[in-house]
């Protein structure tokens, strides 16, 4: 969302970064680097979570990519950053480079995301924002309440990959 590091990983998991993610060297590799962007505060790691109709949650499995850079560029589509899908594989981006509908388009997410309205907030406290509630459902989903604000929850870095084992996340401020 900013050129600072702000990137939404908007995928789901039951706990984890990714349940069947071995516990190889490159999945050890890539929840020890999710494990250091997380210590930044423009980057989040969320899952989507709708409500089921039957008191709970189901979480949202979402294919799609969405980049939006400093409220001017935006790039949405299915195309993952690397060779094979930018060349060889059937996926399309549509860029747009437009400030007014990128920002607006910034702020209907996040309000669809989030369940506030953010156009009065700079793009930066939006993040912030969004990470916030985004924690505080993670809580709510651990102690099994689904009357959360919002959809999106924190997901898990899955320690096991890293430690080979223990469950326990790093502690959330």
Known sequence: MTSSLSRLVDTAGQGSFHPSLPATTYGKNL???????????????????????RGGRGDVHVHGKLMLVDDRWATIGSCNLHARSLLGHSEMNASIYDPNYVSTLRCELLEA?????????????????????????????????????????????????????????????
Request: with cysteine; aromatic share 4%.
């Open 31 to 53: 929840a020890a680097s999710i494990a250091t962007l997380r210590e930044h505060d423009n980057f989040s790691l969320v899952g989507s979570a709708s409500p089921n109709g």
């Open 113 to 173: 995301h989030v369940g506030r309205a953010t156009n009065h907030l700079t793009a930066i406290d939006a993040i912030k924002l969004y990470r916030q509630i985004a924690r505080a459902n993670r809580k709510r989903r651990d102690a099994g309440a689904s009357d959360w604000q919002g959809l999106v929850f924190e997901l898990d870095i899955c320690p096991r990959v890293i430690d080979g084992g223990a469950r326990e996340r790093p502690p959330t401020q």
